[in-house]
């Protein structure tokens, strides 16, 4: 099991965005291909990594950021693209879910499928990145909670 917050090197060009009880994502249009990093948050994986496996799975933990209204959701984006030293990436894998946003601060554990069903190697001077957005269709902003055991989210790479 890979953890993002002690394997992986967040990107964040900011290390503490705000005092809110996660990591404050904004809705985005451009979702995963956005720059701005209040839209997104990427870990870098392992140099180490040369083959992205068959099956691989993410948990996070997320909760709105924001008033919630009945019937409100998140819709939550993670997907993995391999890239070169200048960031000129590609996408092997992603998936959108929607969670119920039940109300302010209150976090739930998501699970997304990230398999791509065959081994598919990583050529040599070539990164993984693990990204994750807010989708502007979400009804509200996201907290991501990790780092923390109130918060566990893990990237779990193999069966």
């Known amino acids: 099991m890979t953890r993002p917050e002690t394997a ?5 060009t900011t290390v503490d965005r705000n005092a809110d009880p996660g990591l404050t ?3 985005s249009l451009e979702v995963l291909e956005t720059s ?9 994986l392992p140099a180490d990594i040369t083959a992205f496996p068959a099956a691989a799975s993410l948990t996070l933990s997320v ?11 998140l819709h939550v ?13 590609s996408r092997l894998v992603r998936q959108t879910l929607a969670v119920p946003a039940v109300a302010q601060g209150a976090f739930t554990s998501v699970g997304f499928d ?11 001077g070539r990164r993984l990145e693990l990204r994750v957005a807010v989708v502007y269709s979400s009804d509200v902003d996201a907290w991501l909670g990790y780092d923390s055991a109130d918060h566990p989210s893990a990237l779990v790479l193999g069966p």
């Open 8 to 12: 992986i090197a967040a990107l964040s």
């Open 25 to 27: 994502i904004e809705r």
């Open 36 to 44: 701005d990093p209040a839209s997104r948050q990427v870990w870098l």
């Open 63 to 73: 909760a709105p950021a924001g008033q919630v209204d009945p019937g409100d959701e």
């Open 77 to 89: 984006r993670a997907g993995i693209y391999e890239c070169d030293a200048g960031r000129v990436c």
């Open 114 to 124: 990230l398999s791509v069903g065959t081994l598919t190697p990583i050529a040599p």
